[in-house]
């Protein structure tokens, strides 16, 4: 089964400092990965994906992940933090034998002036 | 339509009452998911439709929950018998295919709290 393990209910950064969400996942076979971003009030949104290919995937607003297949990793970067960041993060799953895309439950991020 | 839409964006109901929470796909999307997001989760996956027909619908957590897609556009969430454990963001999701590649473009919820 399909699972998704966020480390950090919470991160806090400093504005222009680098922004690190982690996430790993558990998946019987090769995985389709997304990060999404929910703003308060709003619905979420794709922020990026890996399917197949290239393993460091670029999404909006400058963030990017590397898909790590050894370590079962999918971690979400960006060199520098800015205010309008501060948001929930959620990665989610899809093994692409299902129906479902599993999302883990959540980092919210902080930042700092 | 642009987005999503999601109607109500709250409601407020009494235990045992009876809900419908509406979602307006984007025009053209075959596939739609209900998700349920509870305070401080991510979404949890409710059910999904391609079409009119719910492909999967193994996450409703009982025969309370029914949803319905009739003419493969709007989808209704009905919630029977109300219970104050149902409070949380009902989550509607659309994508172009049935491929989960492309990923979705959510609704902003609609919000029910059980009193």
């Known amino acids: 089964a399909q699972s998704v393990t966020q480390l950090g209910s919470h991160v806090s950064v400093s504005e222009g400092a680098l922004v690190l969400l982690r996430c790993n996942y558990s998946s019987s076979v090769p995985p389709y990965l997304f990060w999404y971003v929910q703003y308060p009030n709003q619905g979420l949104q794709l922020l990026l994906k890996?399917?197949?290919?290239?393993?460091l995937v670029k999404g909006i607003n400058g963030f990017e992940a590397e898909f790590k297949k050894s370590e079962t990793s999918f971690h979400l970067t960006k060199p520098s933090a800015h205010m309008s960041d501060a948001a929930e993060y959620f990665c989610a799953v899809s093994d692409g034998g299902g129906f479902k895309t599993i999302f883990g439950a959540g980092t919210r991020l902080f930042v700092k002036a | 339509g642009a987005g999503v839409s999601q109607t109500p964006s709250n409601k407020v109901t009494e235990k045992g009452k009876y809900v419908e929470l509406r979602c307006d796909p984007i025009s053209g999307h075959t596939a739609l998911y209900w998700y349920r997001q509870s305070l401080g989760q991510g979404p949890e996956f409710l059910i999904y439709f391609q079409g009119t027909g719910a492909a999967d619908d193994s996450g409703l957590p009982n025969d309370r929950f029914f949803a319905v897609r009739p003419e493969g556009s709007v989808s209704t969430l009905k919630i029977q018998r109300t219970e104050r454990g149902d409070s949380a963001v009902y989550l509607c999701?659309?994508?172009?295919?049935?491929?989960?590649?492309?990923?979705?473009?959510f609704g902003s919820g609609t919000r029910l709290t059980v009193v």
């Open positions: 890996y399917t197949t290919g290239a393993t």
């Open positions: 999701a659309s994508s172009s295919t049935p491929d989960r590649r492309e990923g979705y473009t």
